[in-house]
């Protein structure tokens, strides 16, 4: 997909999309322990509920997200912002640390010349998820860890 930054487009609305207006939707790997670790983290700081958590795993995903793909989903974090357009990757993660108040760390991440570098190396860091979860929390895998 490239710079995948580069690639928010309009969401089709549907209900379940609309419902959602106003809320960061992120889409994330329910099987990967580093990954749910990382939503728990954002969830404890989502005291206003502005951020709506989606494993693109669940058996219902693809009826009710029908225009997410959750194989490109799964290579890359995929989310939507709180337009309703679809975003990737960090911009996805700063998507949802701003909406609960902790943009912030995160912003320098965006910055003109860093974001370059920064989206590289996610995308590096998102090729290896599951071997760096292994390093980090002695589990590759789990078939699916709980938020």
Not at 4 to 21: A, C, M, N, P, W
Not at 35 to 62: G, P, S, W
Not at 64 to 91: M, S, T, W
């Amino acid at each position: 997909m490239g710079e995948f930054g580069q690639y928010v487009r309009e969401s089709s609305v549907d209900t379940h999309r609309t419902s959602h207006l106003g809320k960061v939707v992120i889409f994330y790997d329910g099987g990967c322990p580093l990954c749910v670790k990382e939503m728990r983290h954002l969830k404890q700081c989502d005291q206003h509920n502005t951020v709506v958590f989606e494993n693109i795993n669940a058996d219902d995903f693809n009826r009710r997200y029908p225009n997410i793909d959750p194989v490109a989903a799964n290579r890359f974090l995929h989310g939507i912002d709180k337009q309703g357009r679809e975003i990737y990757g960090l911009d996805v993660t700063y998507a949802a640390w701003q909406a609960v108040g902790k943009g912030a760390y995160i912003a320098p991440l965006r910055w003109p010349g860093i974001r370059w570098v920064a989206d590289r190396v996610y995308l590096l860091f998102a090729k290896h998820r599951n071997r760096i979860s292994r390093w980090l929390t002695g589990q590759e895998r789990c078939e699916q860890c709980n938020l």
